[in-house]
């Protein structure tokens, strides 16, 4: 079964860092792009990062430069490492496959408060 | 950027409705268009990818159109398990972006 799931989520202090893992099974992370999108309580979806299988990254411009994309092809991991949280950081962090977006992870959620 | 501009936000339907929601993409996306369902509490779901192809596993009640940037899901005989929020979601260049998102409830 084709599965992804998130961890690393929880409450930092702004100007923190935190990294977010998203472990995949039942495929191979090294060729599959593999993307980050966030959900801000109560707010739609905003596409955040992707890794594409030759290791080009791209990222939305709220995040560039504090947010960096990257993967374990040994362990079939995706990371997203987040420096400098701001509070319209927090939301629900989602890893999801492909082009398509599917499939999703259950999501872990990053709360950025003093 | 490409916008992605859903319409309606939000819509009222009975169980049995035939409902249509539209998104307008700002500028040419071809059929690299998604369509998601999403429910409270729960990971957004792929109903629909390229435009108007069905995910394996999806109802057919599902369907999706269009091209360029004109596109609708289209969900033939409303069921209870589909109220829910559906969004779109241009993958023709990044930023990938989304639609605002439409709300289905119950009438």
């Known amino acids: 079964e084709v599965q992804l799931v998130e961890s690393g989520g929880g409450l930092i202090q702004p100007g923190g860092s935190l990294r977010l893992s998203c472990a995949a099974s039942?495929?191979?992370?090294?060729?599959?792009?593999m993307n980050w999108v966030r959900q801000a309580p109560g707010k739609g979806l905003e596409w955040v990062s992707v890794?594409?299988?030759?290791?080009?990254?791209f990222y939305a411009d709220s995040v560039k430069g504090r947010f960096t994309i990257s993967r374990d092809n040994s362990k079939d991991m995706v990371y997203l490492q987040m420096n400098s949280l701001r509070a319209e950081d927090t939301a629900i962090y989602y890893c999801?496959?492909?082009?398509?977006?599917?499939?999703w992870g259950q999501g872990t959620l990053v709360t950025v408060s003093s | 950027d490409i916008q992605m501009t859903q319409s309606p936000s939000s819509l009222s339907a009975s169980v049995g409705d035939r409902v249509t929601i539209t998104c307008r993409a700002s500028?040419?996306?071809?059929?690299?268009l998604n369509w998601f369902q999403q429910k409270p509490g729960k990971a957004p779901k792929l109903l629909i990818y390229?435009?108007?192809s069905l995910q394996s596993g999806v109802p057919s009640r599902f369907s999706g159109s269009g091209s360029g940037t004109d596109f609708t899901l289209t969900i033939s005989s409303l069921q209870p398990e589909d109220f829910a929020t559906y969004y779109c979601?241009?993958?023709?260049?990044?930023?990938?972006?989304f639609g605002g998102g439409t709300k289905v409830e119950i009438k």
């Open positions: 039942g495929f191979t992370v090294s060729s599959n792009y």
């Open positions: 890794i594409y299988s030759g290791d080009t990254t």
């Open positions: 999801a496959r492909s082009y398509r977006f599917d499939p």
């Open positions: 979601q241009q993958s023709y260049s990044t930023p990938i972006t």
């Open positions: 390229a435009a108007s």
């Open positions: 500028q040419n996306i071809g059929t690299y």
